[in-house]
């Protein structure tokens, strides 16, 4: 059974900053691609940053220098490090899991960020 679970979410000031980490179980983690998501109610959900098995990343144009995305292949834990955060990062955040050569993906339960003075 495939498990991503979350954690880290919360309540910060704008300027803050919050780590979240996924931790993944079920799934050969070294090879999957491994990302993060968010939405706000009404919207879609967006990409915020990706992390091949290779180590390569990718950012939405909204996040670029503010969060960073790394993974730990010892421990299957991806965690995403959010700087200078804005009210308008404010979304439940979801850790998203593609295992390589695989047709099914895998979605976490989410976490509420919110960005608020």
């Known amino acids: 059974q495939v498990q991503l679970v979350e954690s880290g979410g919360g309540l910060v000031r704008p300027g803050g900053s919050l780590r979240l980490s996924c931790a993944a179980s079920?799934?050969?983690?070294?090879?999957?691609?491994m990302a993060w998501y968010r939405q706000v109610p009404g919207k879609q959900r967006d990409l915020v940053a990706l992390?091949?098995?290779?180590?390569?990343?990718n950012y939405a144009e909204s996040v670029k220098g503010r969060f960073t995305i790394s993974r730990d292949n010892a421990k299957n834990t991806v965690d995403l490090q959010m700087n200078s955060l804005k009210p308008e990062d404010t979304a439940v955040y979801s850790c998203y899991a593609h295992p390589l050569a695989s047709q099914t993906h895998y979605w976490g339960q989410g976490t509420q960020v919110t960005v608020s003075s």
């Open positions: 079920g799934i050969t983690f070294s090879i999957a691609t």
């Open positions: 992390i091949t098995n290779g180590g390569l990343t």
